[in-house]
């Protein structure tokens, strides 16, 4: 089977003969796999973590090494605005039973002012969308807690500013609910807090489609949960996280977030 490799456009990709390299679409997608409850789209993206570790031709374990977070201090771009941890490559991985797996842990001495740890990955040097995209993923969080930041988001891809962003899962802490948001720049935006899914400990497929005149619409479960009108244009990196909430107690045991597959469509 040739393999999907990025082009110069990230937003684009090429086939080329396979050569153990970058492969855009993972060979474990079902074949002719659509959005939950949509058709017509051509997956352009995907990981199913179906393998024995993670892919770091696709992935990165930390932010990218811009500016405006190396300025972070402490952790630079380990860390993010307002997350009480800072991100480990050990933290993200994969658990053989076709799962990403993000882990916190405390860990007070590495970045002191940082009381933990913790799992991400963004897919800036391989992939990014555009408008006319869908993006869907399928996660878990077995046990909530009050400090528990987890999210699956995406954000701008072409400069070293935030944003552009549009949050397709983020949960606070315990809930109910979650967030499915937009921001245009930090005065222009659409935040919405969803009262759904009803049970948050369960697996759901979480989704956006970013329509080709900037605007979004919102899935929960292959249904639409909430349309927001703020267009936004350019592209965007794809990134999976269980961050730290600041003046939060520890749980006793570590939280993870799960995640069965990430794609994305055009």
């Keep these: 089977m040739p393999a999907v490799t990025a082009s110069t456009r990230r937003d684009r990709f090429t086939v ?5 390299g970058l492969q855009l679409v993972d060979p474990s997608s079902p074949a002719g796999v659509q959005p939950s409850g949509l058709m017509g789209w051509s997956l352009a993206f995907s990981d199913e973590f179906n393998g024995s570790s993670l892919d770091r031709l696709k992935w990165d374990t930390v932010y990218p090494a811009w500016p405006r977070f190396l300025a972070q201090s402490p952790g630079g771009n380990r860390t993010n605005t307002d997350n009480a941890n800072y991100y480990s490559d050990a933290l993200a991985t994969v658990d053989g039973s076709s799962n990403l797996v993000l882990t916190m842990a405390q860990d007070s001495t590495t970045y002191p002012g940082l009381s933990y740890k913790s799992g991400m990955v963004q897919s800036l040097k391989s992939f990014t969308t555009s408008p006319g995209s869908f993006v869907e993923m ?11 930041w987890p999210a699956g988001w995406e954000s701008n891809a072409a400069t070293d500013q935030w944003p552009p962003e549009t949050d397709i899962f983020e949960l606070f802490g315990m809930g109910p609910g979650i967030e499915q948001n937009v921001y245009v720049t930090t005065s222009d935006k659409d935040t919405v807090h969803v009262n759904a899914p009803s049970s ?43 961050a730290a909430r600041t003046g939060q107690s520890w749980p006793g045991a570590n939280p993870t977030m799960l995640v069965d597959y990430i794609r994305s469509w055009r």
């Design 138 to 148: 399928r996660i878990q969080v077995p046990v909530l807690s009050n400090i528990i």
């Design 16 to 20: 080329e003969p396979a050569s153990g």
């Design 200 to 242: 948050l400990t369960s697996w759901h497929t979480y989704g956006a489609w970013w329509k080709s005149d900037g605007t979004t619409v919102f899935y929960i479960d292959g249904a639409v949960s909430r349309t927001s009108s703020k267009a936004i244009g350019g592209s965007q990196y794809l990134i999976l996280n269980l």
